[in-house]
């Protein structure tokens, strides 16, 4: 059996690796470079993340999938603090509130005691309490919050954190996509302080190392450099999949130097250049694809002399829009993993989003040492920058995506051999996108294997 993968991003890596070892014959095509925007600079004593710094390990595919390469000695955990992370409100700097279900406060005590809030704000909360259900069907990330919590606690914790976790506008988010356990905790128990406290005392994370967060002594790099070494010459570097045909005999993908028959074929690409492949076909959901919205993110990586450079507590700082900063936020890499950057290095990380990561290197640079100097004080000029930029590089949930992931998966329903995954359908992280790519591999082989598959449509 043949499968071939478009696009060797992660999504695509794991799809090829699960097809690989379910004793398939695999070809994974990439144009440019594997990992996606997963991608890890290691120099002169540096491990610099260009992109994501970290996974969860309460979502455990990643790290399994980790394990199963002989990483398992590689992981590790973020170096111990508390609090580790600071929301800044205000002109000042605040620590999380404990006990944090995804991006709702489950203990009264931490909220009533939290500065983030004022008392008002801390009264309109706890109406939360009493206030009743609202009505099914999904809608906008912001309104759900403020209609729950209040404005407050929207503006200075909910919209920061998910702003750090999805980037863009988190106002516009779609609960069901994004956070769906926050509407079944309203439909479950009315209350979502209620809800998350039940859902906080059931869960049973693993912490290893005190850590909720997790990444490798080499970067995340090294999970993608070893799917490529267990992919090896399946893995095809350069080759662009320029067009798709499909006949009773299976797929063909007419790539730029030679075209690759296959039985199965996963699209591993962003939603706007599956629905280009997509469109010669018939897909009937090629304007759900190009509906699905994708906003520019970039990162700054600045090393300073350690020397009398300006205290940092915790692992970084996130900061409320009210604030100003053109940063999303901060972190202090080398208070946040082991063995980033030499001895007596400080190594901070800015991200930015929407239209403020769209305005080149310099300003990036220019960007983020401003914004750091006007939270720390007086900084020194950095020793050394690195600037990565991602066009249009993140896909946005908003309201109304279950729909279109609806039509496009009933669209799929015409094909019995063709899976399309990545970030913009069910997860943006990387275990989300590493649960995708396996997830459909082993299905559509296991329709195969067990006679599910039907006489392929040529139109």
Same mark, same amino acid.
């Given at each position: 059996m043949k499968v071939l993968v478009v696009g060797g991003g992660l999504a695509g890596l794991a799809a090829g690796y699960e097809a690989l070892v379910r004793g398939a014959e695999v070809t994974v095509l990439e144009p440019?470079?594997?990992?996606?925007?997963?991608?890890?600079?290691?120099?002169?004593?540096f491990v610099i993340e260009t992109g994501p710094d970290a996974v969860v390990r309460y979502k455990p595919w990643a790290l399994a999938l980790a394990r199963e390469l002989g990483l398992?000695?590689?992981?590790?955990?973020?170096?111990? !603090?508390?609090?580790?992370?600071?929301?800044?409100?205000?002109?000042?700097?605040?620590?999380?509130?404990?006990?944090?279900?995804?991006?709702?406060?489950?203990?009264?005590?931490?909220?009533? +005691?939290?500065?983030?809030?004022?008392?008002?704000?801390?009264? @309109?909360?706890?109406?939360?309490?009493?206030?009743?259900?609202?009505?099914?069907?999904?809608?906008?990330?912001?309104?759900?919050?403020? *209609?729950?919590?209040?404005?407050?606690?929207?503006e200075n914790l909910a919209a920061p954190l998910t702003?750090?976790?999805?980037?863009?506008?988190?106002?516009?988010?779609?609960?069901?996509?994004?956070?769906?356990?926050?509407?079944?905790?309203? @439909?479950?128990h009315r209350s979502l302080i209620l809800g998350s406290l039940a859902a906080m005392r059931k869960r049973k994370t693993s912490r290893e190392g005190g850590s909720l967060f997790a990444s490798f002594k080499g970067g995340q790099a090294q999970l993608v450099d070893a799917l490529v070494d267990r992919l090896g010459s399946s893995? =095809?570097?350069?080759?662009?999949?320029?067009?798709?045909?499909?006949?009773?005999?299976?797929?063909?993908?007419?790539?730029?130097?030679?075209?690759?028959?296959?039985?199965?074929? =996963?699209?591993?690409?962003? !939603?706007?250049?599956?629905?280009?492949?997509?469109?010669?076909?018939?897909?009937?959901?090629?304007?759900?694809?190009q509906a699905i919205p994708y906003h520019s993110a970039a990162t700054v990586t600045m090393a300073f002399d350690a020397r009398g450079f300006p205290e940092r507590r915790g692992h970084g700082v996130?900061? !409320?829009?009210?604030?100003?900063?053109?940063? *999303?936020?901060?972190?202090?890499?080398?208070?946040?993993?082991?063995?980033? !950057?030499?001895?007596g290095v400080a190594l901070c990380r800015a991200y930015f989003s929407g239209p403020e990561a769209e305005k080149g290197p310099e300003a990036l640079r220019d960007t983020a040492l401003a914004d750091l100097r006007r939270l720390l004080g007086k900084v020194p000029e950095p020793e050394r920058v690195w600037v990565d930029?991602?066009?249009?590089?993140?896909?946005?949930?908003?309201?109304?995506?279950k729909e279109r992931l609806a039509a496009i998966e009933?669209?799929? +329903?015409?094909?019995?051999?063709?899976?399309?995954?990545?970030?913009?359908?069910?997860?943006?992280?990387?275990?989300?996108?590493?649960?995708d790519g396996r997830e459909a591999v082993a299905r559509l082989i296991e329709q195969r294997t067990s006679g599910g598959s039907v006489v392929p449509d040529a139109g």
């Open positions: 440019e470079r594997v990992g996606g925007k997963v991608r890890t600079v290691r120099e002169d004593g398992g000695d590689d992981i590790v955990g973020t170096k111990p !603090a508390r609090p580790a992370a600071y929301i800044r409100v205000r002109g000042r700097n605040h620590p999380l509130p404990e006990g944090l279900n995804v991006v709702i406060p489950s203990r009264l005590g931490p909220l009533i +005691r939290t500065p983030l809030f004022s008392p008002l704000g801390k009264l @309109r909360a706890a109406l939360d309490l009493v206030l009743p259900a609202g009505p099914d069907g999904d809608e906008a990330f912001g309104s759900f919050i403020r *209609r729950r919590l209040g404005r407050e606690v929207w702003g750090g976790i999805y980037g863009g506008d988190p106002e516009n988010l779609s609960l069901l996509a994004a956070f769906p356990m926050l509407k079944e905790l309203e @439909r479950k893995l =095809i570097l350069g080759e662009k999949a320029v067009s798709i045909e499909r006949s009773a005999a299976g797929w063909l993908v007419n790539g730029t130097s030679q075209s690759y028959p296959a039985d199965l074929l =996963i699209l591993a690409l962003p !939603a706007p250049a599956a629905a280009e492949l997509l469109r010669p076909l018939g897909f009937e959901a090629v304007g759900e694809l996130l900061f !409320a829009r009210s604030e100003g900063f053109g940063a *999303r936020g901060f972190t202090w890499l080398d208070q946040k993993w082991p063995h980033r !950057a030499p001895v930029e991602f066009p249009k590089g993140m896909p946005a949930y908003t309201v109304g995506h009933k669209a799929i +329903r015409r094909f019995d051999d063709l899976a399309l995954v990545g970030a913009a359908y069910r997860g943006v992280g990387i275990p989300e996108v590493i649960r």
